[in-house]
């Protein structure tokens, strides 16, 4: 069964920055890509950033120079610098079990963790 376990998530002031971490019941590396979204409310879901299995990384607008993905082998992360209150919201690790190429499309992934609060204070 797979599992994907989000950590990390918080409250900071803005300016500040936090660490997300999904744990996974395997290896990062055996996913085509993974990847982060959030979900604010009253807003749809949005893709924060992917993770090829090559390496090669994808970002969304808002956070481009922000937010950084990584893995080790077993773990996701997302590295999070110079919050702002837009950046609230719960953040969602997922991951796509096929060799897509929309990696921005929620529908992309095929599974996908519970979540974590991050909020960011004025």
Partial sequence: QVQLVESGGGLV???GSLTLSCATSGRTYSWPVMGWFRHALGKEREFVAALGQRGSTDYGDSVKGRFT?????NTLYLQMNSLTPEDTAVYYCAADASYGSTWSAPGEYDYWGQGTQVTVSS
């Avoid at 993905?69 to 082998?73: D, G, L, P, V």
């Fill in 13 to 15: 002031q803005t300016g």
């Fill in 69 to 73: 993905i990584s893995r080790t082998s």
